[in-house]
Nanobody, 119 residues
Framework: VQLVESGGGLVQSGGSLNLSCTAS????????WGWARQVPGKGLEWVSG???????YYAYFVKGRFTISRDNAKNTVLLQMNSLKPEDTAVYYC??????????????WGQGTQVTVSP
């Protein structure tokens, strides 16, 4: 199983970035996919998730600003991030299988992509 992320970078506060994660080696459409992030000095936290039926989850701190989607034909999960804030600065990871719980656990992880939001 391989998860390849792209789309991170440096953006000013209020700006937007789109993250992409393409998976191979598993039946993409059968899995719930999530994006987690890690701020330096802190643990991983779930940001958003999307289930096979396309129902979604958003952490309270990104609700209304981030949008998760999936393209089963392309084995890709996307995270559109708008109105970014400096506190969104973190390494973002794509992972499966996502589940709505406090502890972040998953079987497979991407390599991570850095998102930096300047004031």
């Amino acid at each position: 199983v391989q998860l390849v992320e792209s789309g991170g970078g440096l953006v000013q506060s209020g700006g937007s970035l789109n993250l992409s994660c393409t998976a191979s080696g598993l039946t993409f459409s059968s899995y719930a996919w999530g994006w987690a992030r890690q701020v330096p000095g802190k643990g991983l936290e779930w940001v958003s998730g999307i289930y096979p039926d396309r129902s979604t989850y958003y952490a309270y701190f990104v609700k209304g600003r981030f949008t998760i989607s999936r393209d089963n034909a392309k084995n890709t999960v996307l995270l559109q991030m708008n109105s970014l804030k400096p506190e969104d600065t973190a390494v973002y990871y794509c992972a499966t299988e996502f589940a709505e719980r406090t502890d972040v656990q998953a079987d497979y992880w991407g390599q991570g992509t850095q998102v930096t939001v300047s004031p």
